[in-house]
């Protein structure tokens, strides 16, 4: 398979990890048990944003980039997107870790592992053993946002290109 564009169908066999948050894993030293995603049958009936990073607790990641996922969390939403998802290449204890220490403690923002970053190698976007930073719109299962950054900063990935899409 090769890089995702519009139009093109989200692929089978897709899945991620994940500690699925629930109230008696919402404190950051709590750990839950991994489950996997079956993205592929989960976005055949849904909207979904998925935004790729390099890695959890990073300075642009952290700093730049999922911030402003978070900050505009509710406008995703009321732009219709049913799951916003964040992978990386981290396991999925530090990947739930991370979406605690940034105050999220429900189902509202995803922070998925894309183990091995075997979703991102499949369609060729990675950074050496990492995922790259990318971001995905994904419509009933067709994609009709796909970008990869073309370099270190987060533009065609950001919210708010996404926003546009949406």
Same mark, same amino acid.
């Given at each position: ?36 995603? *079956?993205? %592929?049958?989960? !976005?055949? #009936? ?5 935004? /790729?990073?390099?890695?959890?607790? &990073? ?46 403690? *429900?189902? %509202?923002?995803? !922070?998925? #592992? ?5 979703? /991102?190698?499949?369609?060729?976007? &990675? ?40």
């Amino acid at each position: 398979m090769g890089a995702l564009k519009a139009g093109d169908s989200f692929p089978e066999g897709v899945t991620f990890t994940y500690v699925k948050p629930t109230p008696e894993t919402s404190d950051v030293l709590t750990c839950g048990v991994p489950t996997q995603f *079956d993205a %592929s049958a989960e !976005f055949k #009936s849904k909207k979904v944003v998925i935004v /790729s990073v390099p890695g959890a607790f &990073t300075p642009t990641c952290q700093n730049t980039h999922i911030t402003g996922y978070l900050s505009k969390l509710q406008d995703l939403k009321a732009k219709g997107a049913d799951l916003v998802i964040c992978i990386a290449y981290n396991d999925p204890f530090v990947m739930s870790a991370w979406g605690k220490a940034n105050g999220i403690k *429900d189902d %509202s923002l995803l !922070f998925m #592992s894309d183990n091995e970053a075997a979703f /991102s190698n499949s369609i060729g976007w &990675t950074m050496g053993p990492r995922t790259a930073r990318y971001a995905l719109v994904v419509d009933h299962g067709k994609v009709v946002y796909a970008e990869k950054e073309p370099g270190r900063e987060v533009s065609v990935s950001g919210v708010d290109a996404v926003l546009s899409k949406l």
